[in-house]
Nanobody
Framework: QVQLVESGGGLVQAGGSLRLSCTTS????????MGWLRQAPGREREFVAA????????YYVDSVKGRFTISKDSAKTPVYLQMNSLRPEDTAVYYC???????????????????WGQGTQVTVSS
């Protein structure tokens, strides 16, 4: 069974940092881009960041640029999301996803993603 499993969420004060990890099992994801999306209560799911399978290409939503970094070792998992300078508005459930679309196409309106994890809660207190 294909699985994406997130870890690393938690409660942190504003200005703090967290690192999320996403591991995979059940199949190889060679050639897939990996990324993170998030969903806050009462809001639609939002793209956060994506990385190509080799790790050389990344893409971010504007609101996290300069604060979040997505990374992965070439041709390996896990995928990491280093989150610095966290803000209360970053509070959400963060989901790992995998899809064949290139990173620069993640976040487009109506985009869908082939594989999803169950999510990990990130709460940033003010």
């Amino acid at each position: 069974q294909v699985q994406l499993v997130e870890s690393g969420g938690g409660l942190v004060q504003a200005g703090g940092s967290l690192r999320l990890s996403c591991t995979t099992s059940g199949r190889t994801f060679s050639g897939y881009s990996m990324g993170w999306l998030r969903q806050a209560p009462g809001r639609e799911r939002e793209f956060v960041a994506a990385v190509s399978w080799g790790g050389s290409s990344t893409y971010y939503v504007d609101s996290v640029k300069g604060r979040f970094t997505i990374s992965k070792d070439s041709a390996k998992t896990p995928v990491y999301l280093q989150m610095n300078s966290l803000r209360p508005e970053d509070t959400a459930v963060y989901y790992c996803a995998a899809d064949l679309r290139p990173p620069s196409t993640w976040g487009r309106k109506g985009a869908s993603y082939e594989h999803w994890g169950q999510g990990t809660q990130v709460t940033v207190s003010s």
